[in-house]
């Protein structure tokens, strides 16, 4: 037992390193974002998937250490959580005391990274909001300004300036 518990504190502690990384790619989106530099952006998703694809592979070895736990404790498996298992070691408080502590910084890693990740989501929408005004800008500017300009038919006349080679963005 007392190994399969080192296990859960070794795989915890390498899931909170791995989402350190991420943290770190994160913030370092964040001004790629603000600079507009869409090739180092590119670059950061990419260091981004493999970082996840790491993490995805210790998530699923913490899940089946925390099952042969689970099976060595003869408890159900569905709804246990790293709190219970903590609990569950008190004639062990220092594997309770390091599996908390190890718990903790994980807790407070994700956090950090999802507030990384809420502002860098925000500062894209900002992004694709200014490039949409912009286009409808460069769009309206090809065409006349709506007046009551009528003619003697009674119908609004539909000036545009002739476009020379302009963007087109209907295509």
């Known amino acids: 037992m007392a190994s399969l518990i080192e296990t859960l504190i070794d795989v915890l502690d ?7 990384g991420l943290l770190k ?6 001004t790629a974002i ?6 180092r ?11 996840i694809d790491k993490i995805n592979k210790l998530d699923a070895f913490r899940d089946e250490n925390v099952g042969d736990i689970c099976n060595v404790l003869n408890i159900p498996r569905k ?6 298992i903590a609990d569950m070691l008190s004639g ?12 903790m910084k994980l ?8 507030k990384v990740n809420e502002n860098n989501k925000m500062l894209l929408q900002e992004s694709m909001d200014m490039i949409e005004f912009e286009l409808n800008l460069a769009k309206n500017s090809k065409v006349a300004p709506q007046t009551g300009n009528y003619s003697k038919g009674a119908y609004e006349q539909n000036n545009s300036y002739p476009t020379a080679g302009g963007f087109d963005a209907k295509q």
């Open 14 to 20: 390498k899931e909170n390193t791995e989402y350190q």
């Open 25 to 30: 790619l994160s913030e370092e989106k964040t």
């Open 34 to 39: 603000v600079n507009g530099n869409v090739e």
């Open 41 to 51: 952006l590119q670059e950061i998703l990419g260091l981004e998937q493999r970082s």
């Open 79 to 84: 709804g246990i959580k790293i709190e219970n």
């Open 92 to 103: 062990q408080p220092k594997d309770a005391k390091a599996l908390t502590d190890v718990h």
């Open 107 to 114: 807790k407070r890693t994700l956090d950090q990274l999802m």
